[in-house]
């Protein structure tokens, strides 16, 4: 089961059930065959939806907050105007306060930055050579263990934790 939170300008309920098999039609002859089914429940987090929700988290509510200033002022601003006022307000408010004053600059580039296709490859090429510098630590720790190194001596080659190390080895 899978909770995810919902916060568009689409109307949408407190609450929907979604489920993987209805995005495909039904084929014939394949009715009888038993699947894996991935529900995901989704809530909508917008402010003044799902209230008893918005409560039991404090960053879930002030994100909440948070969009809707930004909608709020986007009505009179511009995108990069309508973040810092809702960003203002919200620090005002004692809304994500810590949060806010220790990244709003990059909140503001998130929300207002236009991502080009070189920053997308860049963030993808950057992803690709972490997941492989990974998997070339892990066959080596896998390597060491077979000739017998120690955890310790494993983790000073490859940067592992020890925690993954020991996973390794079991």
Do not use: W
Not at 69 to 74: L, N, P, V
């Amino acid at each position: 089961m899978y909770r995810l939170p919902y916060n568009g300008v689409d109307q949408f309920p407190d609450y929907k059930e979604l489920r993987l098999s209805d995005a495909f039609m039904n084929i014939k002859g394949l009715e009888s065959i038993e699947s894996l089914e991935l529900v995901a429940h989704v809530y909508n987090i917008n402010h003044s939806r799902n209230p008893q929700m918005l409560e039991r988290s404090r960053n879930l509510d002030g994100y909440s907050i948070f969009i809707a200033k930004i909608r709020e002022y986007r009505k009179e601003l511009s995108l990069e105007e309508s973040v810092k006022a809702a960003i203002k307000y919200c620090i005002g408010n004692r809304v994500l306060v810590q949060f806010l004053k220790d990244n709003s600059s990059e909140v503001i580039n998130m929300l207002t930055e236009e991502p080009s296709m070189e920053k997308i490859m860049a963030i993808l090429t950057q992803e690709s050579r972490e997941e492989g510098r990974e998997e070339t630590s892990i066959q080596i720790a896998k390597n060491l263990l077979a000739e017998g190194s120690t955890h310790e001596f494993i983790h000073k080659i490859t940067g592992l934790s020890l925690d993954v190390i020991k996973n390794l080895d079991s």
